[in-house]
């Protein structure tokens, strides 16, 4: 049974780039969220998306968008790259409003 | 406002010594209580959890312990391994939130052998 999976496992983009990251849910499971970890701090929320809709989001800016296909998989998708975007970027799943969240390995985006 | 806090930041333990990582809560509505762990470039890992209406789980050697007046919960590691060598997160969310988390900032552990 394959866990939450990402990808690309690392990223390097230019400052004002665009970046599109990729999950694929734990088998079963219906809904993503992503988070924002930056190095030695706690995971942060982003958003949410259920039955493809975002359902809840965190303090971030309208450059961070994301959508969820037919097959539960999600993208992130982030425009015009800062530095401060650098970080590890998180998925995790779980089953409707089931509180287990499962994470992903993560994509470590670098932005220079 | 940070909703959870986590201490300490750093952590040194012999092998066989009990880690304790300590976290305190500032929403009363929060009613789930999970802890991770991560090891580096890896995703946090689902360690145990708790609800608030009990006061303590147990899990093989992990514990936590849970006092809802104090709006506080910790993470006991008995007989810690150098294995157990990682950061730990506690989180915090509430029913109907659509599982959004607030994590604290972590605890990096250090077993020595």
């Known amino acids: 049974d394959a866990g939450v999976t990402q990808s690309p496992t690392h990223l390097i983009k230019t400052r004002g780039q665009q970046v599109t990251l990729r999950c694929s849910p734990k088998?079963?499971?219906?809904?993503v969220s992503w988070y924002q970890q930056a190095l030695g701090q706690g995971p942060q929320f982003i958003f949410q998306y259920y039955e493809e809709e975002e359902r809840q989001r965190g303090n971030f800016p309208d450059r961070f968008s994301g959508h969820q296909f037919p097959n539960y998989s999600s993208e992130l998708n982030v425009n015009a790259l800062l530095l401060g975007d650098s970080a590890l970027y998180l998925c995790?799943?779980?089953?409707?409003?089931?509180?287990?969240?499962?994470f992903g390995p993560g994509t470590r985006l670098t932005v220079t | 406002q940070q909703q959870v806090k986590q201490s300490p930041q750093s952590l040194i333990v012999q092998k066989g010594g009990i880690s304790i990582i300590n976290c305190a809560y500032e929403n009363t509505a929060f009613d789930y209580f999970p802890w991770y762990q991560q090891f580096p470039g890896k995703g946090p890992a689902l360690l145990i959890a708790i609800r608030p209406d009990v006061s303590e789980k147990k899990e093989g050697r992990f514990t936590i312990s849970f006092n809802k007046s104090a709006k506080q919960f910790s993470l006991h590691i008995m007989d810690s391994q150098p294995g157990d060598s990682a950061t730990y997160f506690c989180?915090?969310?509430?029913?109907?939130?659509?599982?959004?988390?607030?994590f604290g900032s972590g605890t990096k552990l250090n077993v020595k052998p």
């Open positions: 088998s079963g499971h219906d809904t």
């Open positions: 995790a799943s779980s089953s409707g409003v089931g509180y287990e969240q499962y």
């Open positions: 989180a915090a969310s509430k029913e109907g939130n659509f599982n959004k988390f607030y």
